[in-house]
């Protein structure tokens, strides 16, 4: 793809950053949810609905669409705010997040919302789903491409190391893998909890194509997909290095708000009744900037 003008990089991340907006007012509405994560992932997704991903939100059943398995169900947040945005639904439904009898659960499901492709919430299955994913549309001549995401955290789970074996063995160049490496999970820092490093070194060794790329960065991030549709032998992982809380200076790269939404998380910076006013007014301020 031809590189992105400056007029275009402003308009995406001005994007993401509405974005965010969406996502502290979606859980401060439900009442319950994930912050860390979906803000650390706003860039990421803004530059696949609005830009990489090949789909309709008019149709979303396209059958030439990309697939984005989202494994890491716990952020779908971010997803919802992103596909709202890019007209899949109103905006103003992302404010019915976790109520009952809403599309929008806590984690996603593929029969509630038209334009999810599976349902998540059991970490480390979803790379599987999109290698076996890959791996049929491979065998069906199709040339739509699996974007996977997931969270480095996961990377636990030892169902993944088998779908990365599965991947590297078949060389399934159309399938890309986005890691969210937050270096953060719900009890603290994951290199304290199960050290997952070196992550480059152990994808290579299984076959895997490896760019690291800065997660905020969506010119960087852009050009690392573009990087991945050069690769004709082996899969793809863009390692993309966020910070959880992204936007919000006062949480940023704190993992105890990996499980927590405005008005229930810490307060001994800002006190619980003020978490989504005074995220709200720093998220719009850095907006209209």
């Known amino acids: 793809m031809e590189a992105l003008t400056d007029a275009e990089v402003r308009e995406l991340e001005q994007r993401a950053r509405a974005i965010r907006v969406t996502i502290v007012e979606m859980l401060a509405a439900a009442g319950s949810g994930h912050t860390a994560g979906p803000l650390g992932m706003a860039d990421i997704f803004t530059a696949l609905y609005f830009h990489v991903l090949k789909h309709d939100p008019k149709n979303p059943d396209w059958a030439e669409r990309d697939r984005l398995i989202l ?3 716990h952020i779908v947040p971010v997803r919802y705010a992103a596909m709202a945005h890019a007209g899949y639904f109103s905006v103003e439904e992302c404010l019915t997040l976790r109520k009952f009898g809403s599309r929008l659960q806590g984690h996603p499901e593929r029969d509630m919302l038209p334009g999810l492709e599976t349902t998540s919430g059991p970490l480390g299955s979803g790379l599987s789903e999109s290698a076996g994913y890959a791996y049929a549309a491979r065998m069906d001549g199709k040339d ?3 974007f996977c995401a997931m969270s480095d955290g996961e990377h636990e789970e030892g169902n993944i190391w088998e779908a990365m ?11 890309v893998g986005i890691m969210d490496r937050n270096n953060i999970q719900i009890d603290g820092d994951t ?3 199960m050290p ?4 480059r070194d152990k994808y290579e060794a299984f076959n ?5 790329v800065d997660g905020h960065n969506i010119p960087q991030f852009i ?3 573009d990087e991945a549709r050069a690769i004709h032998e082996k899969p793809t992982l863009i390692l993309a290095h966020t910070i959880p809380g992204k936007g919000i200076r006062e949480i940023e790269g704190d993992y105890r708000w990996h499980g927590n939404p405005p008005g229930k998380g810490p307060a001994d910076k800002i006190p619980a009744d003020k978490q989504a006013e005074v995220f709200l ?3 719009r301020t850095t907006t209209n900037n």
């Not at 997952?196 to 992550?199: A, D, K, N, V």
């Open 71 to 73: 494994s890491n169900g």
């Open 144 to 146: 739509f491409r699996v």
């Open 165 to 175: 074996m599965f991947a590297g063995k078949y060389r399934l160049a159309n399938l």
């Open 191 to 193: 290199e304290d909890i």
């Open 196 to 199: 997952l490093e070196p992550l």
């Open 208 to 212: 895997w194509h490896v760019i690291e």
């Open 223 to 225: 050009a690392a997909c």
């Open 281 to 283: 007014a720093e998220l």
